[in-house]
């Protein structure tokens, strides 16, 4: 497999999430029963009261549309950050039943991201950092043979070996206003540039879906001064004009 690149793809979402939205909020302020007050979301945009919900910051409506993403081409390094997010779920390629050992694989390396710095450096740097994962893979290798090959009584041993840039794939499913929590931290340029560019990717493939939800979604810094103070990146007018046009 070798190096690997980021790849998301919105695999489902709730149909209509914006009408869902609005059918959760208005519901809350409406004396209408439930198939008159669906006909009358359906029957006309509701761009302009999702805006004035969003503007007034109520927020529990938005709970009631999901979005599940098929994500690949990351590190074991991400993943400890992103399921750091609690009111989300996860389904994870496991190193466990999943071999690593090259004789299970296409080629002779386990998958692995390179880090952005260290591709800037030349291929110089790059043939070195592939040179160290190959390594790896043989140190990898040898542990699976030594401890018998067994399958996954082995591999979750052997894996021990294995660095955090290795390749991991996953499911990830969050409701928008987690979604909306986590673009805020994480599309922000103090976050860590893997799961920057993840969270900017996802942020993406959402607004088309659901662009009033996701208007204004991104880093804390696009709706007023910079959350981080003096540890700012300085570049507040560039990030807007990101967010605007993403």
Known sequence: MGAKKLRVELFRYTPDPQEAVAMGAKLCYSVAGIEELKQGIEARSQDAFLERLMEFGHLSPIEHASFTFGIEGVSRSLLAQITRHRIASFSVKSQRYVSEAS?????????????????????????????????????????VEKLGNSGE??????????????????????????????????????????????????????????????????????????????????????????????
């Open 103 to 143: 004789a299970a694989k296409e080629d002779s390396v386990f998958g692995y991201i390179i880090p952005p710095r260290i591709e800037a450096l030349g291929p110089e740097a790059v043939n070195e950092f592939e040179s160290q994962m190959s390594q790896i893979q043989s140190w990898y290798d040898g542990w």
């Open 153 to 246: 009584s082995t591999n979750e041993d052997a894996r021990f070996v294995l660095p955090n840039a290795a390749e991991t794939k996953m499911i990830v499913t969050m409701n928008a206003r987690e979604l909306l929590h986590f673009f805020n931290l994480r599309c922000c340029n103090r976050a860590q540039w893997e799961i920057r560019a993840l969270a900017a990717e996802m942020l993406r493939l959402v607004r088309k879906e659901a662009p009033v939800l996701f208007r204004e979604a991104g880093p804390g810094c696009l709706k007023g001064p910079c959350p981080e103070g003096k540890m700012s990146c300085g570049k507040i007018n560039e990030v807007r004009e990101k967010f605007k046009n993403i």
